[in-house]
């Protein structure tokens, strides 16, 4: 049983982690704990938290995504430009996921059947997409939507923040994918000994190119919460925002090596971040040094990981 | 064990980070009993805005209120302006002064703050007017200058020094940005009667120096008989003389620029650099404060406070540099 | 020092113990090492030979016990003191850079310079070239390692270690990778290492070949000192000491009946490695398949499981040509591939038990793409029990299992999906006697039950004592198919280097 103790074992020191930083943060400004403020992380931290979701994946398959951010901005324009030309709501989120899946899956082709290593064939991705988007819009913003569509981002139920719905949605389907399916169990296995799985007559390449579309469609649905919430659509929106997701997730203990790994960790992760920056904007704390305590957050969270692994031998 | 050592960890760096806030002049909670006012700014590594927050910082003091000032990592990241906004609502601050990172995009947050009751006063990038009226926000006021006249003021310069005759790179800065098109209109509607100056390449640079170090490399490679760049802020503009040493062709090109911070006076001192428009961002981030202020004590406010504008030659180029 | 016409010993090693969580690794070991010997050091896995070599390489620290060296105590704490005193390791596994020369990788960080930085190629060729001839190798040292051989790439482990002035050298399984002729060579090399004073210590699990090589054999068990003897000596004699029971068959009696023909393979390809292998296994037969190294066995593993794609010939399963494109075709015939290399391509090493055992017919344990975790529970609990996995529960990460609980699983993984022809590359490799016995047990009952087993092997006393026929294999070919009764080791081994009979 001690394996099973010791991955939930990690989960819970991040928890406990997140609970600490927010009992610091309580006796430090009495703005923290508050239900409005609390609610505001929440909504806050649903952008990056359903980017992870997808990254978790790709990490957890032993790749990495880095063409995220390019393709918040490509799903946001497509999004944006549909409304605008007066398709109906459904249609415009149908095309927008259509086309965060379709980009997601060129990445996992250019992987699988290209045999890119997935830094290079997302990378080339990040600005392929990024390119598309600018090109698409002219490089301008595209805004001003109905009122029905913005309420994916501004719809309160029982106070809580409509985006804040829209991510334990994701993450319980993704929970559910990743925990109960058999695509779930290939994206474990595959990141944790890939020929072997293929050995085990599992099409791998279908499989892996399938995660990266599942990445590319967690973008596509952080950039209808992005759309609505800024009522405007920019080519340039998610610019750096891979780096965000990929510290989520490795904070929330998925190695980078792959085959381990969790979203149960990842919104953990999410979440300290989300409350880490929020915190450090309610106590006034300088915009220099937020970015270096983010930093170091990232990198001893890791460090933790990797002195307690070498220790274990 | 791992639970003991993460939750040992993150609250030490927690630690760091409260030392760190502690040594912050701005931080506080209204521990000090004044009121308390933001300045969120587009981003704080551009000296317009380090300036803006120094004439910010000295406002406060004379008016004897705490000032918070925020900014996002990058210009471009609106939705991380949006949280710091959405944050500083949480933090219950008096009063709040925005440059918005986009001008359409921040408008559903002065929504927000004007739900929690929080005068907003917009500054330097207008908020879209359209995109105001629609979502029904107000704003208190709009410190700024007048970027359109400024294109307009350093469009008829280049007429009155080149003669009528000149081939003219423009350095842009984001798309769909308003401060960027503004500058370009004014600038093109001054040229416009002298068909001797001509525009023969048009790029975005994004606000940024090295961008507008190697798109002007590129735009010299495709025209090499550019004899003018004309970039909407000062930073392209030093990118570009940059580029322009580096083609061997110092002195063979005028550089135009916008916001008139030190390094472009320096630049045009020295003979690198032709013109620039001088903004005042101190100016406006006094302004700023004290309308925020007022607004935060109910006191009337104008709808629009214009901030001086000016052009900077070799002539004026030290002189004028009195925000020191 | 004191009795000059006894010299202390090059190497004691006194009441060395090391405790792990949960377990004694060492308890007050001794071991002495003879200036010019070759010392075998003997035991099951898990008796602590490996442990006790981290220890003397400065790997592990010990918790107790000194160390003599020339029969004064030496402070060892660390792999750099190990190399101060002359104490080098050689692995299983290399520690060389596959892109750089062999020369360069002998005295990797430690090159001779001209000036500032920059390397004197010419000295280090010459003392790479004098290094490598003194092992009696032809190697030219300014190939890229990658470009060698394993038993080539050994050599140049050696000449690095001779380059560190190394007077007691320490081999893990030398022999696993070479074949014979090799293996004559390492031998004649170890030879003149000892002529010059070098002392070996030499792990093997090969009973056969120690003797050739050994002066002295000392046995481990449970982490204890056992006994040392003379070389040549009974080996059934050190059996009984490693395992302190007499194991007088090595090889369960058969119970198996040979069936039907199940699967043909016709004029089967895949260049460079294999060509044109044909032969049929039977229900009930354990197909026994023997070679030297290098000799295209795994290769016609690969191509039969669809792990590679054969360029010509086909596999006929009951009559039926199959169309084996992926190794998903091969699995959904039946034909289950039990790999050589088992980390690497057998199991995934951080999933459970019940996953890997799952993983090749998850479809099947899967509705609508959900998994059904109480079939899968169901699926790994009885062939938990059936296989005798040794394993905390079900759930238990396949990496914290041993080398025999861990090639069950493998082995497992097939057996749930119920496949019927079942290649085995090197079933044993690693394994301790016991769990080998098990291995063998268990393949003789899937026989009996009507599958058909290749078995690849590179122990000739597996090959013999397993196999109802032998296909021995050389460059590629079939070069012989014997019967059990005709299979001897002469003819076995003349077949596979290519010699008529």
């Known amino acids: 049983m001690r394996h099973r103790l010791s991955a939930s074992g990690r989960r819970l020191g991040t928890l406990a982690g997140l609970f600490g930083l927010g009992v610091l943060l309580w006796a430090l400004t009495p703005h923290f704990l508050t239900v409005s403020n609390l609610l505001n992380v929440l909504e806050q931290t649903s952008i990056n938290a359903v980017i992870a979701a997808g990254m978790t994946f790709v990490i957890i398959s032993a790749g990495i995504?880095?063409?995220?951010?390019?393709?918040?901005?490509?799903a946001g324009v497509v999004l944006a430009s549909t409304l605008h030309a007066g398709m109906p709501i459904t249609i415009a989120l149908a095309a927008s996921l259509a086309v965060g899946f379709a980009f997601g899956l060129l990445n996992g082709l250019a992987i699988t059947w290209g045999r890119l290593p997935p830094f290079i064939a997302t990378l080339g991705m990040m600005s392929i997409a990024r390119g598309c988007a600018l090109l698409f819009t002219e490089g301008r913003p595209v805004s001003g939507f109905d009122p029905a569509f913005r309420s994916i981002a501004t719809a309160r139920l029982l106070g809580i923040p409509a985006p804040v719905f829209v991510t334990i949605a994701v993450y319980l389907m993704a929970h559910f994918v990743l925990a109960e399916t058999r695509f779930g169990r290939y994206v474990y296995s595959m990141g944790g000994n890939e020929e072997a799985?293929?050995?085990?007559?599992?099409?791998?390449?279908?499989?892996?190119?399938?995660?990266?579309?599942?990445?590319?469609?967690?973008?596509?649905?952080?950039?209808?919460?992005?759309?609505?919430?800024?009522?405007?659509?920019?080519?340039?929106?998610?610019?750096?925002?891979?780096?965000?997701?990929?510290?989520?997730?490795?904070?929330?203990?998925?190695?980078?090596?792959?085959?381990?790994?969790?979203?149960?960790g990842t919104i953990i992760g999410a979440l300290i971040m989300g409350v880490l920056r929020n915190g450090l904007n309610l106590l006034g704390v300088s915009s220099?040094?937020?970015?270096?305590?983010?930093?170091?957050?990232?990198?001893?969270?890791?460090?933790?990981?990797?002195?307690?692994?070498a220790r274990k031998g | 064990m791992r639970a003991l050592h993460r939750s040992i960890l993150y609250p030490a760096v927690a630690t760091l980070v409260a030392l760190a806030g502690g040594c912050n002049r701005a931080a506080g909670t209204g521990t000090t009993g004044r009121p308390r006012v933001a300045l969120v700014m587009k981003t704080l590594n551009n000296p317009f805005f380090i300036d803006m927050q120094r004439g910010a910082e000295k406002a406060a003091k004379d008016l004897d209120v705490d000032l918070v000032v925020q900014a996002a990592d990058r210009e471009t990241d609106v939705e991380r302006q949006m949280q710091i906004v959405e944050n500083l609502i949480q933090a219950h601050v008096g009063a709040l002064a925005l440059t918005p990172s986009g001008s359409r995009e921040v408008v559903p947050v002065v929504g927000k703050a004007n739900a929690a009751k929080i005068p907003v006063v917009i500054v330097d990038t207008r908020l879209d007017q359209k995109a105001a009226t629609d979502a029904g926000v107000k704003t208190a006021s709009f410190v700024g200058s007048d970027n359109y006249r400024g294109g307009q003021i350093i469009g008829e310069y280049l007429v009155k020094v080149a003669n009528g005759r000149a081939k003219v790179a423009i350095l842009e800065g984001i798309p769909g940005h308003e401060t960027g098109d503004s500058r370009v209109r004014g600038f093109k509607d001054a040229i416009k009667g002298s068909p001797g100056v001509t525009i023969v390449a048009s790029q975005p640079a994004?606000?940024?120096?090295d961008q507008g170090f190697n798109v002007f490399q590129n735009i010299l490679q495709a025209h090499a008989d550019i004899d003018t760049v004309f970039a909407c802020n000062d930073i392209m503009a030093l990118g570009a003389i940059e580029a322009i040493s580096a083609a061997g062709k110092a002195g063979q090109i005028r550089v135009l620029g916008f916001d008139a911070i030190d390094d472009a006076r320096r630049a045009i001192t020295d003979g690198k650099m032709t013109a620039t428009v001088a903004q005042y961002p101190d100016e406006m981030g006094r302004a700023a404060i004290e309308a925020a202020v007022k607004a935060m004590k109910g006191e009337a406010v104008p709808a629009d406070i214009g901030v001086r504008i000016g052009l900077i030659t070799k002539e004026n180029a030290a002189r004028d540099s009195d925000k020191k | 020092m004191t009795d000059m016409?006894?010299?202390?010993?090059?190497?004691?090693?006194?009441?060395?113990?090391?405790?792990?969580?949960?377990?004694?690794?060492?308890?007050?070991?001794?071991?002495?090492?003879?200036?010019?010997?070759?010392h075998v050091l003997l035991g099951e896995n898990g008796a602590g030979k490996s442990t006790l070599m981290r220890v003397l390489s400065g790997a592990c620290a010990r918790d107790a016990g000194e160390i003599l060296i020339d029969g004064r105590p030496v402070a060892l704490h660390s792999p750099r003191d190990a190399q101060a005193l002359g104490i080098s390791t050689i692995y299983q596994e290399f520690n060389l850079v596959p892109h750089l020369s062999a020369a360069a990788n002998i005295f990797l960080g430690r090159e001779p310079l001209v000036g500032a930085g920059i390397i004197n190629r010419g000295k280090l060729l010459a003392d790479a070239t004098s290094l490598l001839r003194g092992l009696g190798t032809t190697i030219d040292p300014g190939v890229r390692v990658k470009h060698l051989s394993v038993a080539e790439q050994q050599m140049v482990e050696v000449a690095k270690a001779l380059s560190l002035d190394a007077r007691i050298l320490i081999m893990d399984e030398p022999t696993s990778a070479l074949t014979e002729s090799e293996i004559d060579e390492l031998f004649s090399a170890i030879g003149r290492l000892t002529k010059r004073g070098v002392a070996v210590i030499y792990i093997s699990h090969r009973m056969e070949e120690l003797a050739r090589v050994g002066h002295r054999a000392t046995v481990m068990r449970d982490g204890r000192y056992i006994a040392t003897r003379p070389l040549p000596c009974p080996i059934p004699t050190l059996v009984r000491l490693m395992a302190n029971r007499d194991i007088t068959q090595h090889f369960p009696t058969p119970t198996r009946r040979r069936g039907a023909p199940l699967l043909h393979v016709e004029g089967i390809s895949h260049p460079p490695r294999l060509h044109d292998v044909s032969f049929t296994l039977h229900r009930g037969e354990i197909l026994g398949v023997a070679g030297l190294l290098g000799a295209g066995r795994t290769e016609l593993a690969r191509?039969?499981?669809?792990?590679?794609?054969?360029?010509?010939?086909?596999?006929?399963?009951?009559?039926?040509?199959?169309?084996?494109?992926?190794?998903?075709?091969?699995?959904?015939?039946?034909?289950?591939?039990?790999?050589e290399d088992r980390k690497r391509h057998g199991?995934?090493?951080?999933?459970?038990?019940?996953?890997?055992?799952?993983?090749?017919?998850?479809?099947?344990?899967?509705?609508?793409?959900?998994?059904?975790?109480?079939?899968?529970?169901?699926?790994?609990?009885?062939?938990?029990?059936?296989?005798?996995?040794?394993?905390?529960?079900?759930?238990?990460?396949?990496?914290?299992?041993?080398?025999?609980?861990?090639?069950?699983?493998v082995l497992g993984k097939w057996l749930a999906a119920g496949s019927d022809v079942l290649i085995v590359d090197e079933p044993t490799r690693g394994i301790d006697v016991a769990a080998k016995m098990e291995i063998y047990q268990l393949l003789d009952r899937l026989a009996a039950d009507g599958a058909g087993i290749l078995m690849i092997s590179s122990e000739l006393p597996e090959i013999l004592g397993m196999s109802d026929r032998v296909l021995v294999m050389h460059q590629g070919r079939v070069q012989a198919v014997l019967d059990a009764h005709e299979a001897t080791q002469e003819r076995v081994l003349q077949a596979a280097l290519g010699l008529a009979s």
């Open chain 1, 197 to 264: 799985t293929r050995l085990s007559g599992v099409n791998v390449r279908l499989h892996k190119t399938l995660v990266y579309g599942v990445s590319g469609l967690a973008s596509a649905v952080a950039a209808v919460l992005l759309t609505a919430r800024l009522n405007s659509a920019q080519p340039i929106a998610g610019i750096m925002y891979e780096l965000d997701a990929i510290a989520a997730t490795v904070i929330g203990g998925t190695s980078l090596m792959g085959g381990e790994g969790g979203l149960g």
């Open chain 3, 303 to 339: 191509a039969i499981a669809g792990a590679d794609v054969p360029t010509a010939g086909r596999v006929v399963l009951e009559g039926r040509p199959l169309r084996v494109r992926a190794p998903s075709d091969a699995i959904r015939a039946g034909i289950g591939l039990v790999p």
């Open chain 2, 206 to 209: 994004n606000w940024e120096r």
């Open chain 3, 5 to 38: 016409s006894q010299p202390a010993p090059l190497l004691q090693m006194r009441g060395i113990c090391k405790q792990f969580p949960g377990v004694r690794a060492l308890d007050e070991v001794a071991f002495e090492l003879q200036r010019g010997e070759v």
């Open chain 1, 288 to 309: 220099f040094v937020q970015q270096i305590v983010i930093g170091l957050v990232i990198v001893f969270a890791v460090l933790i990981d990797t002195v307690l692994k």
């Open chain 1, 65 to 74: 995504d880095l063409s995220v951010g390019s393709l918040v901005a490509v």
């Open chain 3, 347 to 409: 199991f995934v090493p951080g999933q459970s038990v019940a996953a890997n055992l799952a993983l090749p017919q998850l479809r099947r344990l899967a509705r609508a793409g959900v998994v059904d975790r109480r079939r899968e529970r169901a699926l790994a609990t009885r062939w938990i029990e059936e296989l005798r996995i040794k394993t905390p529960d079900a759930s238990a990460r396949v990496l914290t299992l041993s080398g025999g609980n861990q090639q069950k699983v």
